[in-house]
């Protein structure tokens, strides 16, 4: 089975909640016979190992971005991606990539 990693941006938020979105779209691409891997960064200090475990087979990462915190450390995170693999397909969902698409598609990480 192939890979592919949801990964949750840290948001400084405070205490985190369940990543629901995450989890069922999770159901629903293994239902499709891929491998889903929720990384979240807010509970998990070994993302960078993780990512770097599972990256190659991966068929794409996909970020979910809300205005905030989640923007900048999502394309930290997509800096160190495309350090250990340049060519991994980089997905970006969520209200800021909806409601600003030429400002995220003009990021040289995304």
């Given at each position: ?7 949750y ?14 989890m069922?779209?999770?159901?629903v691409?293994?239902r ?5 891997i929720?990384?979240?960064?807010r ?12 990256i190659g ?18 394309l930290?995170?997509?800096?160190y ?18 409601i600003?698409q ?9």
């Open positions: 089975m192939k890979n592919i990693i949801l990964f941006p840290d948001n400084d938020a405070g205490d985190p909640w369940v990543p629901w979105s995450y069922v779209l999770g159901v691409l293994k499709a016979g891929f491998n889903p929720i990384i979240d960064q509970v998990q200090e070994n993302w960078k190992e993780l990512l770097n475990k599972h087979n991966t068929l794409w990462i996909g970020f979910s971005m809300m205005i905030g915190t989640t923007i900048n450390n999502s930290k995170v997509a800096e991606i495309r350090k250990q693999n340049k060519d991994i397909p980089l997905v970006y969902g969520g209200p800021w990539p909806t600003s030429k400002l995220t598609l003009s990021h040289p990480n995304v």
